[in-house]
């Protein structure tokens, strides 16, 4: 990673792309890390990351060495913190915004200046360097920023570059998917333990499962729906298990919670005025 950079946000998101970018040797020294008021949450990450943080420096010395300036706080917190940002930016750095809802016009215009801004929307997953990032371009952008977009996030997963309008749809299908796969686990676990099984062999047997099933994924060609047909005999078990899920509207289910994130991230950028 040639990229220097300094997140504004020091929380849980932040901390995934850190690790990720860690984890695939992106030195330390490229990265930044500054927050609101928290000063043991950056004393926790230059300990365990030894990355630069702002209590011990101005944050006009970390803007200055970074090329790119990765948003990195809740959308509620948007506002306030580009108010205080704007003053310590050259008009060239590139900013990348990876909070729900917010457009990147809305950021340019709170911002009031020409820096190119590019939305990304990645998932906590980058931990492992497994996160799919929709990446879009917003204001001020060109490809060389999408490039460099692309080249930070592809270092803690897959990117997909869409349209800023799909942000929204993107948002509430990766950026909050890890959470439905981490219910469905849980479902699967309370279920197996409520019909008898001990919970430490539930939670082996159903992490391995979707472990398993998330491999198959990755390393065939084969679409999900082979692979069901192949696990499923005709009068067998699974094609049991499976009519109860239709049943019960599995689908429609996964169709509203997608729809749901999208609207409630719809709601965050019209809450941003
Ligand atoms: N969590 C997830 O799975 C994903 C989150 N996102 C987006 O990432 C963003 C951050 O989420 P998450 O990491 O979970 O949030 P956290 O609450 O964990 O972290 C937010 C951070 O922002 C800091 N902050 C707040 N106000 C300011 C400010 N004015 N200036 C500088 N820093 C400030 C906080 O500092 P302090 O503690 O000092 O207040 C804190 O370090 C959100 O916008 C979310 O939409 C995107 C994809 C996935
Ligand atoms: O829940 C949220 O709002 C954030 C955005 C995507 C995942 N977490």
Redesign the pocket.
Same mark, same amino acid.
């Given at each position: 990673m040639k990229h220097t950079m300094t997140f504004? *946000? !020091?929380?849980?998101?932040?901390? !995934?792309i850190i690790t990720g970018l860690l984890n695939t040797g992106c030195p330390k020294e490229r990265i930044f890390v500054? &927050?609101? #008021?928290? &000063?043991e949450?950056?004393i926790y990450m230059n300990n365990n990351y030894g990355i630069g943080v702002n209590y011990d420096r101005q944050l006009q010395e970390l803007i200055d060495q970074s090329e790119v300036v990765i948003?990195?706080?809740?959308?509620k917190?948007?506002f306030? !913190?580009l108010d205080?940002?704007k003053s310590h930016l050259k008009s060239d750095q590139l900013i990348i #915004?990876?909070?729900? *809802?917010?457009s990147s016009k809305q950021i340019s215009e709170c911002l009031g200046t020409k820096n190119p801004i590019i939305r990304a929307?990645?998932?906590?997953s980058a931990t492992v360097g497994q996160s799919a990032t929709g990446i879009a371009r917003g204001v001020n952008a060109d490809d060389s920023h999408v490039r460099i977009a692309e080249e930070i996030f592809s270092a803690i997963g897959t990117t997909t570059v869409v349209d800023e309008d799909d942000l929204h749809l993107v948002?509430g299908l990766a *950026?909050?998917g890890? !959470?439905y796969i981490y219910r469905i686990v849980e479902s699967l676990e309370q279920a197996a333990v409520s019909l008898g099984l001990k919970e430490e062999a539930a939670k082996a047997l159903v992490r391995q499962v979707i472990i398993g099933a998330a491999e198959m994924l990755k390393n065939s060609d084969v679409d999900p729906g082979e692979l069901r047909r192949k696990v499923t005999s005709p009068g067998g078990t699974t094609a049991a298990g499976l009519r109860a899920l239709e049943n019960h509207q599995l689908p429609k289910a996964l169709l509203e919670a997608v729809k749901e994130a999208t609207i409630r991230s719809q709601e965050?950028e019209k809450q941003q005025y």
């Open positions: 504004i *946000g !020091a929380g849980n998101m932040a901390e !995934a500054t &927050n609101k #008021s928290n &000063n949450r950056l948003l990195a706080m809740k959308p917190d948007l306030a !913190a205080h940002l #915004s990876v909070l729900a *809802g917010a929307m990645p998932n906590t948002t *950026g909050s890890p !959470a965050l």
